[in-house]
């Protein structure tokens, strides 16, 4: 099927920046959409980004403005660069590919591991 792994985690002050990576692979095809989704302790996993395979993205409104989804189709990898970060940015970040351009989570089938963004106050 697909298969993601996401890396790039780290601690950061509020205010920094970090740049996420999914590397996909497999039948990557019958999943060209991809999202970044983040689920923070006891709350529930939340949209924050995607993009389709033709390049089309969204955000969630709390990382509007500062957050960029972008693809770099040759190397199966998606990037979340994050800006301004914030302590409410902290969350473990996932990676997910879906046949539909989809802001549900329940609408990907293919899920990296996590990876842990911290930011500090």
């Known amino acids: 099927q697909v298969q993601l792994v996401e890396s790039g985690r780290g601690l950061v002050q509020a205010g920094g920046s970090l740049r996420l990576s999914c590397a996909a692979s497999?039948?990557?095809?019958?999943?060209?959409?991809m999202g970044w989704f983040r689920q923070a302790p006891g709350k529930e996993r939340e949209f924050v980004a995607l993009?389709?395979?033709?390049?089309?993205?969204a955000y969630a409104d709390s990382v509007k403005g500062r957050f960029t989804i972008s693809r770099d189709s040759a190397r199966n990898t998606v990037y979340l660069q994050m800006t301004s970060l914030k302590p409410e940015d902290t969350a473990v970040y996932y990676c997910?590919?879906?046949?539909?351009?989809?802001?549900?989570?329940?609408?990907?089938?293919?899920w990296g591991r996590g990876t842990q963004v911290t930011v500090s106050s």
């Open positions: 997910a590919a879906s046949a539909r351009y989809a802001t549900n989570p329940e609408g990907y089938a293919y």
């Open positions: 497999g039948r990557t095809f019958i999943a060209p959409h």
């Open positions: 993009i389709s395979n033709g390049g089309y993205t």
